[in-house]
């Protein structure tokens, strides 16, 4: 309903307000871990109420493993960063993923990344009231098996948000459930090179009657540091 609505508006109002500081957040010699900190006090210190879940910082080659925990790996030039991210508001969830280069990325990653951002539109594109819930994930996974990362999305496009992170709406190809307006829902594919490093692009969606509209921002271009 509205409340709920609004209440996971300003969760992803506070997570994107944080996306927009992680470049100022990272140097050479950083650590995951300590990103990852930084992530979740400033979460709070906006107003959050808690993380929607543990904080992903991962750089260079651990970016190729979607569900990572920080360590102790410094950042370094060259080095692709991801970050997976979000905050409770009054109990409601906000899930969002950005990616960066700090510094000059490999050819391939920046090809990646590309691929990802298109693929991640196509599937957004799919989102509307009646709409076959399989449909986003068929749509982004066609152009990523396309061409010379298929077999490199490796999960589901995405997943219902709630009071819970991840709720029951489940979008994957096989998927027979059917998108109404007010559900929320990531949209979040990715692509993953072991040993290079991985590319996800993820926002919290809402579903409308003519279409879907992104909770969560931040530019989705690429951003080299």
Do not use: W
Not at 113 to 137: H, S
Not at 181 to 202: D, F, K, Q
């Amino acid at each position: 309903d509205e409340k709920e609505i609004e209440a996971t508006r300003k969760a992803c109002r506070i997570s994107s307000k944080v996306a927009g500081e992680i470049p100022g957040m990272l140097k050479a010699g950083i650590t995951e871990k300590e990103v990852a900190t930084m992530i979740d006090n400033r979460m709070r210190e906006l107003g959050g109420t808690g993380n929607a879940f543990d904080t992903i910082a991962a750089f260079g080659e651990n970016a190729s493993q979607p569900h990572y925990s920080p360590g102790d790996r410094k950042l370094k030039s060259g080095d692709v960063a991801l970050f997976d991210f979000g905050t409770k508001y009054d109990m409601y969830c906000s899930d969002m993923t950005r990616t960066v280069f700090f510094g000059e990325p490999p050819a391939v990653l920046r090809r990646a990344y590309e691929v990802v951002r298109e693929a991640q539109q196509l599937g957004f594109e799919k989102y509307r009231d009646g709409a076959k819930a399989c449909e986003a994930d068929i749509a982004a996974r066609d152009l990523i098996d396309s061409g010379e990362f298929k077999g490199r999305f490796i999960h589901s496009f995405g997943h219902g948000i709630g009071m819970e992170v991840h709720q029951d709406i489940s979008i994957y190809a096989k998927s027979e459930q059917i998108l109404r307006t007010g559900n929320v829902i990531s949209a979040e594919p990715g692509i993953y090179l072991p040993g290079i490093g991985g590319i996800r692009i993820e926002d919290t969606c809402l579903v409308k009657d003519d279409g879907a509209e992104r909770l969560t921002e931040f530019d989705r271009d690429i951003t080299v540091i």
